[in-house]
């Protein structure tokens, strides 16, 4: 019977009850704090408990990073405890050893994030789909450069947030549950990145407008978002990537973000037109072809940069592999192995 529960031979859980635990705790950890947020807010900003009080709030851009905050501690303390009780891996172990190589990636990521979206953009108003009507536009009669803050913090927080537990706690112990002898250790990297990121994309099907596209395109999103993980073992590439993607999306563009309106201020405020198939319609260019395009394109691109800066760019095996002793991490691209 402990078989169900216990590997033996890794003396920790089986990955299925290690990834149900961490979600359990970073459902409720994000649930507490946050109805701890509402409470204050609504304490101290003069709103009220009654009915529509959450969409007032929601609505506020000072709320809504705060949320994020108190989203992003939740993920951190749900992947900390996860790994040093359930996984015996350290914190570093789940794509975070943040060292200059990491950094760089990071900042690859960012470019990258601004690039796609620039690029739907373009593609977008070169087809008369969008018309600009606006810029420098603060929501509300605020202040642009106060606003246009909010929606930074709060960007950073659900990029961090999001691929810390999507890719560096579900991918990598999915990978890990799934290293059968018939399927290997690339195998079950290939297919835990499948998996998880049909899981993101379920996870947004609650978001508004959402619907059957919405899914699969984030699900593709998802896949992309991956394809740095798994080629490197690190989060540097899908946290920036995911950072500006959103980012651009919604506060320089003014596209809604997964069916969500922008938050705080726009660099750019438009009428969205076009076929709804190829632009996404109401709940923005993921759920669009336009958005396929992109991840296509991203992939590659990705998929370049690491060929080009480590020589070789294939499916880091080490993610299925459970830790032994303290976690080891693939190299860095152009590290030394000896030093």
């Not at 009780?85 to 960012?110: K, V």
């Not at 396929?292 to 080490?318: H, K, P």
């Amino acid at each position: 019977m402990t078989k169900l529960f216990h590997n033996a031979r890794e003396s920790r859980l089986r990955a299925f009850w290690r990834l149900l635990l961490q979600f359990v705790l970073d459902t409720i950890g994000a649930a507490l704090l946050g109805s701890l947020a509402f409470a204050a807010y609504a304490l101290f900003g003069g709103a009220t408990l009654g009915a529509g009080a959450l969409e007032g709030l929601a609505a506020s851009p000072a709320f809504a990073t705060v949320i994020s905050g108190m989203s992003l501690v939740a993920a951190l303390c749900s992947v900390w405890l996860a790994g040093r009780f359930f996984d015996r891996r350290p914190f570093s172990g789940f794509g975070l050893r943040l060292d200059r190589w990491w950094w760089l990636d990071f900042g690859f990521g960012l470019l990258l994030g601004a690039f796609l979206m620039t690029g739907i953009f373009l593609i977008e108003l070169a087809a008369g789909w969008v018309k600009v009507v606006g810029t420098l536009e603060a929501i509300s009669g605020r202040s642009f450069f106060p606003a246009i803050l909010a929606p930074v913090v709060f960007f950073l927080c659900v990029g961090f947030y999001e691929e810390l537990v999507s890719r560096g706690y579900r991918l990598q112990n999915m990978a890990e549950g799934l290293n059968f002898p018939g399927l290997g250790s690339k195998g079950a990297v290939v297919l835990a990145w499948a998996l998880s990121s049909s899981l993101f994309g379920l996870l947004h099907l609650p978001n508004p407008s959402a619907t059957a596209v919405s899914t699969i395109n984030i699900t593709f999103a998802g896949l992309l978002l991956g394809t740095g993980y798994v080629l490197t073992g690190r989060l540097a590439i899908p946290i920036g990537l995911h950072v500006t993607w959103n980012f651009f999306q919604g506060n320089v563009f003014g596209f809604p973000v997964s069916g969500i309106e922008p938050i705080g201020a726009t660099f750019i405020s438009i009428e969205q037109g076009g076929p709804p198939l190829l632009t996404g319609g109401a709940f923005g260019p993921e759920a669009g072809l336009l958005d396929i395009a992109a991840t296509v394109i991203g992939s590659l691109l990705i998929w370049l940069w690491v060929r080009v800066r480590s020589g070789e760019a294939t499916i880091q095996e080490s993610i299925a592999e459970p830790p032994v002793g303290k976690a080891e991490e693939p190299r860095a691209f152009g590290e030394n192995p000896k030093s």
